[in-house]
């Protein structure tokens, strides 16, 4: 329930012995059951009502179970059944996810499956729905880094050379090829790894219509991409004002695309949770990654026959401490639009909690 999953009894057991059960068991709505003949007497437009507001059907037959699954179909509900028996394999074959028991299950029960449930115990779809839940939201997490790293990569070198600056090329293909290799890594080693966030389990499931990526997400995407961006071109543009030369001015942006892809990495873990509050998840991908990551980047700064090949010079202390500053800044921003998602949803669940004690 705190998934938003609603959960119905369609069996074909008489409505004393299933209200018996359901009551048991703390199913909601156990008490207002319908009954195969009396459901399939409603009109279309009334069996469409009744299946949203009904939680048990008894006496129910193959031809009943599976007017229920068309109709909360026909609403766009994702309806997943189980069944064991030969009058549950039409009803199977129709749901979006139909899933036989693997126990006591029939065969052709298991044939009209899509899934077949090796434990007949409701917890182990419970677990199903998370591990979906959280296969989805990290593909999502990995390709909004993607994105985001790469806005700042592509306009670093364009902006240069459209605008006609000073020094046009900073970056040359070895450099971006480095930084690719440090992406790769991050994106599908640390995410894929990423653990089940705990609000998750609490959010209703998405509704057909959603796409993959929706317009925030996208927005998101690029406004931090926009500011990874703000960040190396202000740093260009402080180094040009103080007088540095090419090869160091190219040293601290590359050290603060660094500095933001580290940041990104941790602040990306999650959208709505704090980066303090994920540092604490058990992923242990990252210390490794993120390690290599800085330790690499320091070779190729301070060890001098790396740092003339990649045309870096090692910075100062106060170089050096410049440019991972303004990376960090250029993605802790981001900590404040989750803060306030976090205060909102706060606020709305004490309101609704008022008006439900009301």
Not at 100 to 118: D, H, N, P, R, V
Not at 187 to 195: A, D, K, Q, V
Request: proline share 4%.
């Amino acid at each position: 329930y705190k998934a938003g999953v609603a959960v119905k009894i369609v069996t074909g057991d008489n409505a004393g012995t299933t209200t018996a059960i359901a009551e048991q068991i703390g199913l909601e709505g156990y008490n207002n059951p319908i009954t195969g003949d009396a459901l399939m007497a409603l009109s279309e437009a009334e069996l469409r009502q009744k299946v949203l507001t009904t939680q048990v059907f008894t006496r129910m037959f193959p031809e009943a179970k599976l007017r229920i699954i068309n109709a909360l179909k026909a609403q766009n509900e994702i309806v997943a059944m189980t069944g064991d028996g030969v009058n549950d394999a039409p009803a199977l074959k129709a749901a979006h996810i139909g899933i036989a028991m693997g126990k006591k299950g029939s065969e052709i029960a298991k044939q009209a499956a899509s899934l077949i449930l090796l434990e007949d115990n409701l917890s182990k779809m419970v677990d199903a729905i998370a591990m979906g839940r959280r296969i989805y939201t990290n593909l999502k997490k990995a390709i909004q880094y993607i994105i985001s790293i790469h806005i700042p990569i592509i306009l670093t070198v364009f902006i240069p050379l459209a605008l006609g600056w000073i020094y046009p090329t900073l970056f040359s293909p070895v450099h971006i090829i480095f930084l690719e290799l440090i992406m790769g890594p991050t994106c599908s080693i640390i995410y894929e790894n990423e653990p089940l966030e705990k609000h998750l389990m609490h959010q209703s499931p998405r509704p057909f219509t959603v796409t993959f990526f929706g317009r925030n997400e996208l927005a998101t995407s690029f406004f931090q991409g926009a500011a990874i961006t703000v960040g190396t071109l202000f740093t260009y543009q402080y180094a040009v004002r103080q007088g540095l030369n090419v090869s160091v001015i190219r040293t601290m942006v590359f050290t603060v695309l660094i500095a933001a892809n580290v940041f990104l990495t941790l602040v990306n873990r999650s959208f709505y949770h704090s980066f303090i509050t994920t540092l604490r998840y058990k992923n242990t991908s990252i210390p490794w990654i993120i390690g290599i990551t800085v330790i690499l980047s320091g070779l190729l700064i301070y060890v001098k026959p790396l740092a003339r090949f990649f045309e870096f010079i090692p910075l100062s202390l106060p170089q050096l401490s410049i440019s991972i500053g303004i990376g960090a800044l250029s993605v802790i921003w981001y900590e404040l639009i989750k803060w306030y998602k976090r205060i909102s949803l706060n606020n709305l669940s004490a309101f609704s909690f008022k008006i439900f004690q009301r």
